[in-house]
């Protein structure tokens, strides 16, 4: 182990319970257009490697009109998607007892996401003020894997990325992770099973994210 100085986060799947409702979502899309549903495990694979079409690769190759069904089943739904991430994400058991552990440690904490800025749940939480630095997809011209909201967040905690460990749930946070130059960490229970997680070899994987603070 590295003496560690700041700890940075993934969101979605790390530090907060909403793979379920980007689940929900995909099937309400697909339900929307008429189009046939897909297993879990196909929705988190690609999530997982953030797949930019991820949506229209859900959908069968030969399916009609695509674009612009894509085009009006977001315009009817997105508030209501946006709100209910916003009020109905719950934090993962235990990561919020984490988060306050490890900061009256003095370690300093912050968040690359690949979701918006904003993530009201923080402070329904309670939990905004233990981050030094908050990294979402409007703050960057490249998105994991590359390393760029990596090394962004470590200068927003004004550290270099080698004091830091880059925890994640996905095969893209390690990726990431390990660009940066950070100590990277893969959690279990996300969208990117064990065998995946191994073969990124990052430096520790961990059943959850609640086990950070014994491996720190």
Not at 136 to 157: I, N, S, T, Y
Not at 172 to 198: I, K, M, N, Q, Y
Request: aromatic share 6%.
């Amino acid at each position: 182990m590295r003496a560690l100085r700041g700890v940075v986060f993934d969101f979605d799947g790390t530090l907060a319970d909403s793979l379920g409702l980007f689940y929900a979502m995909a099937c309400e899309v697909l339900s929307l257009a008429g189009a046939p549903p897909v297993p879990r495990e196909e929705v988190y694979a690609l999530m997982g490697v953030a797949a930019p079409d991820l949506l229209r690769r859900l959908f069968p190759p030969d399916f009609p009109e695509l674009d612009a069904v894509l085009a009006r089943v977001w315009a009817e739904r997105r508030q209501v998607w946006l709100r209910r991430y916003q009020e109905e994400t719950e934090p993962v058991p235990g990561a919020l007892a984490l988060l306050r552990g490890l900061h009256a440690r003095g370690l300093s904490l912050g968040i690359a996401t690949s979701s918006g800025r904003e993530l009201r749940s923080l402070d329904r939480w309670g939990v905004r003020g233990l981050f030094g630095s908050i990294v979402g997809r409007e703050d960057v011209q490249q998105r994991k894997p590359h390393p760029e909201p990596v090394l962004r967040c470590a200068e927003g905690l004004a550290l270099p990325p080698a004091e830091l460990a880059y925890v994640g749930d996905s095969a893209v946070d390690v990726r990431a992770g390990r660009a940066a130059g950070a100590f990277t960490v893969g959690v279990l229970g996300g969208t990117s099973p064990r065998e995946v997680l191994h073969a990124e070899a990052p430096d520790a994987i961990l059943e959850s994210v609640v086990e950070l603070e014994r491996l720190l």
